[in-house]
C-alpha cells in the first residue's frame, strides 16, 4: 500500500509542478505589463488586515485565465480557506524583476523562491519531497536548495 500512495502522490506532485508553472508564466505577464516590476501582494488569510495589498488570486486572476490554478490537487483544505495552495515571497513585492534584494542583499535570479506550497503537501513521496518552489528565473524544484548544502 505504501508504494501504491506513493505512486499517487507522485502524479499529484506533477500537476502541482505544472500548476506552478502556470503560474510562473502569469507572473512573467504580469511584469512585462507592469515595466519590469513584479506584483505587490501578500498571502490571503482570514486575519487579513483591509490595507494589505490583495492576495495572489485578486492579483494575477486576469493572467492566470483560472484561479483554480492555485489549488494544489494535495491541498485537502488550504485553498477553500486561503484562495491559494501555494505562499507567495512577499519579500519581493514590487521590486524590479532582474534586480532582487532580500534585506538589503543582491540575489540572481535562480536563489529566489517566488511561490512555493503552503504545507509539505507532498511528504508521502519521502523525506525533503514535501514542497514545490517556483523560482525567479522561471524554474521548478520539488525541495528548497539553499546554497552550500545538497
Same mark, same amino acid.
Given at each position: !500500500?505504501?508504494?501504491?500512495?506513493?505512486? @499517487?502522490?507522485?502524479? &499529484?506532485?506533477?500537476? /502541482?509542478?505544472?500548476?506552478?508553472?502556470?503560474?510562473?508564466?502569469?507572473?512573467?505577464?504580469?511584469?512585462?505589463?507592469? %515595466?519590469?516590476? #513584479?506584483? /505587490? !501582494?501578500?498571502?490571503?488569510?482570514?486575519?487579513?488586515?483591509?490595507?494589505?495589498?490583495?492576495?495572489?488570486?485578486?492579483?494575477? $486572476?486576469?493572467?492566470?485565465?483560472?484561479?483554480?490554478? *492555485? *489549488? /494544489?490537487? $494535495?491541498?485537502?483544505? #488550504?485553498?477553500?480557506?486561503?484562495? $491559494?495552495?501555494?505562499?507567495?515571497?512577499?519579500?519581493?513585492?514590487?521590486?524590479?524583476?532582474? &534586480? #532582487?534584494?532580500?534585506?538589503?542583499? %543582491?540575489?540572481?535570479?535562480?536563489?529566489?523562491?517566488?511561490?512555493?506550497?503552503?504545507?509539505?503537501?507532498?511528504?508521502? &513521496?519521502?523525506?525533503?519531497?514535501?514542497?514545490?518552489?517556483?523560482?525567479?528565473?522561471?524554474?521548478? @524544484?520539488?525541495?528548497?536548495?539553499?546554497?552550500?548544502?545538497?
Amino acid at each position: !500500500m505504501p508504494v501504491l500512495g506513493r505512486t @499517487k502522490e507522485a502524479g &499529484r506532485s506533477t500537476k /502541482c509542478l505544472s500548476n506552478l508553472h502556470q503560474i510562473g508564466i502569469a507572473l512573467m505577464v504580469y511584469v512585462d505589463e507592469n %515595466n519590469n516590476h #513584479l506584483p /505587490c !501582494m501578500y498571502d490571503f488569510n482570514t486575519n487579513q488586515i483591509p490595507t494589505n495589498p490583495p492576495s495572489p488570486d485578486v492579483v494575477l $486572476s486576469n493572467q492566470l485565465g483560472s484561479t483554480k490554478v *492555485l *489549488l /494544489c490537487p $494535495s491541498d485537502d483544505s #488550504l485553498y477553500l480557506t486561503t484562495h $491559494s495552495s501555494y505562499s507567495w515571497n512577499s519579500l519581493i513585492n514590487g521590486q524590479t524583476a532582474d &534586480r #532582487l534584494k532580500i534585506i538589503g542583499i %543582491n540575489f540572481d535570479p535562480h536563489q529566489i523562491p517566488l511561490f512555493f506550497d503552503k504545507e509539505d503537501f507532498h511528504k508521502a &513521496r519521502g523525506k525533503g519531497k514535501g514542497q514545490n518552489f517556483l523560482y525567479a528565473d522561471g524554474h521548478i @524544484k520539488n525541495q528548497l536548495t539553499i546554497e552550500g548544502t545538497k
